[in-house]
């Protein structure tokens, strides 16, 4: 069987960020693994400014996940159980800071802080919905009322 690498060039990062623009939740996945049940997933991510992805943790031990910006500005927020911001990076490529590695138990989420922005996402697999306990309590789902004028408020915290 022949193999191919995958280069991840301006083309690809085009082609993901071109999906998360006309997708409706504004973001969009291109996936590295070969199928879900992988034991490393390995994608990038795409998102736009107006994509809210609300507040989680991962709370398996196998979970932990680390972010590296390939394009654009982004913040990562990070809370204690009761939704107090407790930390926050900045990542942008060639920045201060360039990724970020999340220990599964900790809430966190991620704001684009421009139109474009990429990352490279690698966790262990299979990839499994939240839980309950996963969701934070404390901030709107996606959707619900107020998501917006929360995610508008996590992007305010990097200006």
């Avoid at 071109?18 to 939740?25: I, L, T, V």
């Avoid at 879900?36 to 398996?60: G, K, Q, T, W």
């Avoid at 966790?123 to 306990?133: C, F, I, N, Q, W």
């Amino acid at each position: 069987m022949s193999k191919t690498a995958t280069i991840i060039d301006t083309a690809l990062l085009d082609s993901v960020t071109a999906q998360a623009e006309a997708s409706p939740r504004r973001r969009k996945n291109h996936n590295f693994h070969p199928v879900n049940e992988f034991p490393c997933h390995r994608l990038l991510n795409a998102i736009e400014p107006d994509s809210y992805v609300p507040p989680h943790c991962h709370a398996a031990a196998a979970k932990d996940e680390t972010i590296l910006a390939l394009r654009g500005r982004m913040g990562l927020v990070f809370f204690d159980a009761a939704g107090t911001v407790t930390a926050k990076a900045l990542i942008e490529p060639g920045g201060a800071a360039v990724a970020v590695d999340i220990p599964h138990g900790l809430f966190h989420t991620i704001v684009a802080l421009q139109p474009g922005c990429v990352f490279f996402e690698a966790k262990a697999g299979p990839y499994e919905a939240l839980t309950p306990a996963e969701r934070a309590p404390w901030a709107p789902g996606e959707g619900e009322a107020g998501a917006m004028e929360y995610l508008e408020g996590l992007q305010r915290l990097f200006q």
